[in-house]
């Protein structure tokens, strides 16, 4: 039985580099790119009438463009998986970016296998945990930190505390239902609560404040030698 490939869209405004880019992963037997576009508006006319898995998106386009084209984009097409492709590596700006819910950051100047992990880790549902990942984890730590922000209540309960640290070391909500005997739906909704109550939109949102108030307490490693995983 074959297995329906990984519908992508692309969205740049370097038209070969595009090209090149559509070239490459329509070579990639579980990839097929369906839009590729160079400006934000049009693709977000184009996804109103096409379906796709991922988005590769750089983020600097005529018009919209950074954080608001990511948000322009979830707010239009909410279960769409977005992996951002670009030059730029400012740590804020990735921070921001995980934030608002995006599945990964690679830089162009990263390998191509790098951008294969990562779409395929989206489109599995799945943060990509690469070396621009961790460095923004440890910034936002280290943000807190000198901003004196460890003083707030913790406010998760042991349940909750248990299922984050098992969301940190990748375990799917499958393997934590099987691991506390509750249900997937219920595990699903435990993380929907975790978000609701320390006031964050995403799992990396969740994955900071437990760095944060020390729940979860991760080595983290130099960025050249860090290689890069599925969340």
């Known amino acids: 039985m074959s297995i329906r490939p990984i519908c992508l869209a692309l969205l740049d405004d370097r038209s070969l580099f595009r090209k090149i880019l559509k070239y490459y992963l329509s070579s990639q037997p579980d990839m097929s790119v369906f839009i590729q576009v160079s400006e934000t508006h049009t693709l977000l006319d184009r996804l109103r009438e096409t379906s796709v898995d991922v988005l590769l998106m750089d983020l600097f386009m005529p018009g919209l463009s950074g954080v ?33 819910g995006v599945y990964g950051y690679v830089s162009k100047s990263d390998e191509p ?42 406010i998760l309960n042991e349940r909750e505390k248990k ?21 997937i739906r219920s595990v699903e909704k435990i993380r929907q609560d975790m978000k609701e109550k320390t006031g964050v939109q995403s799992t990396v949102g969740l994955l900071k404040y437990g760095l944060n108030k020390m729940i979860i307490d991760p080595p983290f490693v130099e960025m050249g030698s860090y290689q890069g995983k599925s969340l």
């Open 68 to 100: 608001d084209a990511v948000k322009a984009v979830l707010n239009e097409v909410p279960g769409i998986k977005i992996v951002v492709l670009s030059m730029n590596v400012n740590i804020k700006l990735i921070n921001m970016l995980l934030d608002v």
């Open 113 to 154: 296998e790098e951008m294969l992990h990562a779409i395929r880790s989206a489109a599995g549902g799945r943060i990509y945990r690469n070396k621009w990942f961790t460095e923004a984890l440890y910034w936002s730590k280290q943000a807190n930190i000198n901003g004196c922000l460890n003083d707030e209540v913790d």
């Open 163 to 183: 299922i984050l640290q098992m969301i940190w070391e990748e375990k799917s909500n499958k393997e934590i239902s099987e691991d506390l005997f509750i249900g």
